[in-house]
């Protein structure tokens, strides 16, 4: 396919992270140069076709890593074929209405309506109890977020495969 492909991510407790690698993952059936790595770590862009990037949510918010990276980075990501990935949500049913409708943090959408993404995607997260810190057990009680892994592996797979596809028929 001769695509060179970035899967990017910020993740707290790694729920993130496994999203972003089973997005690498699909990537790499299809035999693209594919790279995954945590914003932190992203040196360079242009040698990139397309970029994946992703965060955890909390309270409504991407990870500061990762809002910065698409903040410092929103010049070139708009000349690139880009998508963008919240994970975060628990409990059952879709994750865009059991966030009322919501699918980006409102603080940065200027940003994403700047680099015009081909997608933006929500997806279930992992809530895991032992992870959380005392503030974060506090937190989760008081919003009443439901604790386990509601990740939907298919559809996170789907939506890879779709990405494929319009890198494919880019080409």
């Known amino acids: 396919m001769n695509t060179k ?4 991510y910020a993740t707290k407790y ?3 992270k496994e999203i972003a690698e089973k997005i690498a993952e699909v990537f790499s059936q299809a035999d693209p140069d594919v790279d995954l790595l945590p914003v932190d770590q992203v040196k360079e ?8 990037l992703g965060s955890g949510l909390y ?9 910065k990276f698409l903040k410092s980075n929103q010049e070139i990501l708009s000349k690139k074929l880009v998508w963008l990935f919240s ?3 628990t409990g059952e049913g879709d994750p865009v209405e059991l966030m009322k409708g919501w699918s980006f943090p409102k603080s940065l ?8 993404p081909k997608d933006i995607a929500v997806f279930h997260g992992n809530l895991d109890r032992d992870k959380l810190s005392t503030i974060g057990k506090f ?3 008081s919003v009443k977020a439901p604790l386990g892994d509601f990740r939907d592996w298919d559809n996170i797979n789907s ?8 890198l494919q028929d880019q080409k």
């Open 87 to 89: 994970s975060g949500p």
């Open 139 to 141: 937190m989760i009680k």
């Open 59 to 67: 309270i409504g918010r991407w990870r500061k890593d990762a809002a």
């Open 109 to 116: 959408q200027s940003v994403a309506d700047n680099i015009n």
């Open 5 to 8: 492909i970035l899967v990017a």
């Open 14 to 16: 790694g729920s993130t």
């Open 45 to 52: 862009l242009d040698s990139y076709d397309a970029v994946v």
């Open 159 to 166: 939506w890879a495969k779709g990405i494929l596809q319009v």
